[in-house]
């Protein structure tokens, strides 16, 4: 597709229940980006894919949270047991990072978003 | 601790007036980009800066990057209602390989 394309776009749950996000990044682009982002506030880092493999993952706030990606494709970011401070927009990012890329300018393109809920 | 401090946190205008966001840190950033983003959308970037004293302008919007690049400032001339939205900057640090770190945001409200 021409852009990132994020699903659901909004996602509703019950407090304990599990839910998966997907990302479908730009075709070609290397890298991917999971974020999340509280109500009027900037954004929190969870996950980096470089294909499908997360050389950084530490911005995950707990063992509830995982992700996966496919070769350099579809990525998925699960929520296990969700709680109510899980609720925030998640937002993914695709990017190319060329193999030289010295002092990259790393420039991302986000997706809209999935609003989740956990009541 | 957050890395990147943006100031204001939220800025309302009145169209035609200018207004200055500022992103500033005690550490050094590889590059700075500022994007904007709106409700229920996705951040989308404005503008990349990598040089230390680096001033770019993108029509009525000026960016400069700090000389030791620190610091950086977005410039909004004659502002107008479309300009309202969430304005984010983010740097690179050369340590911690492709990731970004975000500012909190300023949210900038314009007036007809």
């Known amino acids: 597709g021409a852009g990132v394309s994020q699903s659901p776009s909004n996602k509703v749950t019950e407090k304990g229940k599990d839910v998966e996000l997907r990302c479908d990044p730009i075709s070609g682009h290397t890298a991917l980006y999971w974020y999340r982002q509280r109500l009027g506030q900037g954004l929190e880092f969870l996950i980096y894919f470089q294909g499908n493999s997360a050389p950084d993952k530490s911005g995950l706030p707990s063992d509830r949270f995982s992700a996966e990606r496919t070769g350099e494709s579809v990525s998925t970011l699960t929520i296990q047991r969700t709680q109510q401070e899980d609720s925030a927009v998640y937002l993914c990012?695709?990017?190319?990072?060329?193999?030289?890329?010295?002092?990259?300018?790393?420039?991302?393109?986000f997706g809209a978003g999935t609003r989740l809920s956990v009541l | 601790t957050q890395l990147l401090e943006q100031s204001p946190q939220f800025l309302s205008i009145q169209e035609g007036e200018n207004l200055t966001v500022y992103c500033n840190s005690s550490?050094?950033?590889?590059?700075l980009q500022w994007y904007r983003q709106e409700p229920g959308e996705g951040p989308v970037l404005l503008v990349t800066?990598?040089?230390?004293?680096e001033v770019k302008k993108l029509k009525r919007l000026t960016f400069q990057f700090g000389d030791a690049r620190k610091d950086s400032s977005l410039h909004i001339t004659a502002a107008q209602p479309g300009d309202t939205g969430l304005y984010l900057c983010?740097?690179?640090?050369?340590?911690?390989?492709?990731?970004?770190?975000f500012g909190e945001g300023t949210q900038l409200t314009v007036n007809p």
């Open positions: 550490s050094v950033f590889s590059s």
């Open positions: 983010a740097g690179a640090r050369e340590t911690s390989g492709s990731r970004l770190t």
């Open positions: 990012a695709s990017s190319f990072i060329p193999l030289s890329s010295g002092r990259s300018k790393n420039i991302q393109y």
């Open positions: 800066v990598v040089t230390g004293g």
